[in-house]
């Protein structure tokens, strides 16, 4: 079982920033790459940005530029730091991951199917 925990989230201003933190816990020694996902009123829940334990990172063209994923040491804690905020970022961000390989490693985090997720940090933008 994988306990996720998100924070961070809160009311911004567009043109703001906000920085998101993941934390992993529990049965994770097989997880080697970590995404990072939203849901907005109404919408389906979407995929963000993804990061390997060793570094490799993908984002959605919509955050591309904007939005930068990082981790520590591992991804039991993963970062989600958010510039140049828009209206439309507005949703719940969840973190959730699992084993990927392959050079289209991002494929495999791209569907947010999985089985069970954390509580979500509340991401308000104001225009």
């Known amino acids: 079982q994988v306990h996720l925990v998100e924070s961070g989230g809160g009311l911004a201003q567009a043109g703001g920033s906000l920085r998101l933190s993941c934390a992993a816990s529990?049965?994770?020694?097989?997880?080697?790459?970590m995404g990072w996902y939203r849901q907005a009123p109404g919408k389906q829940r979407e995929y963000v940005a993804a990061?390997?334990?060793?570094?490799?990172?993908n984002y959605a063209d919509s955050v591309k530029g904007r939005f930068t994923i990082s981790k520590d040491n591992g991804v039991d804690t993963v970062y989600l730091q958010m510039n140049s905020l828009k209206p439309e970022d507005t949703g719940v961000y969840y973190c959730?991951?699992?084993?990927?390989?392959?050079?289209?490693?991002?494929?495999?985090?791209?569907?947010?199917?999985?089985?069970?997720w954390g509580q979500g940090t509340q991401v308000t933008v104001s225009s």
């Open positions: 959730n991951g699992r084993p990927v390989y392959g050079p289209s490693w991002y494929r495999g985090l791209a569907v947010p199917d999985f089985s069970s």
């Open positions: 529990g049965t994770i020694s097989s997880i080697n790459a």
């Open positions: 990061i390997t334990n060793g570094g490799s990172v």
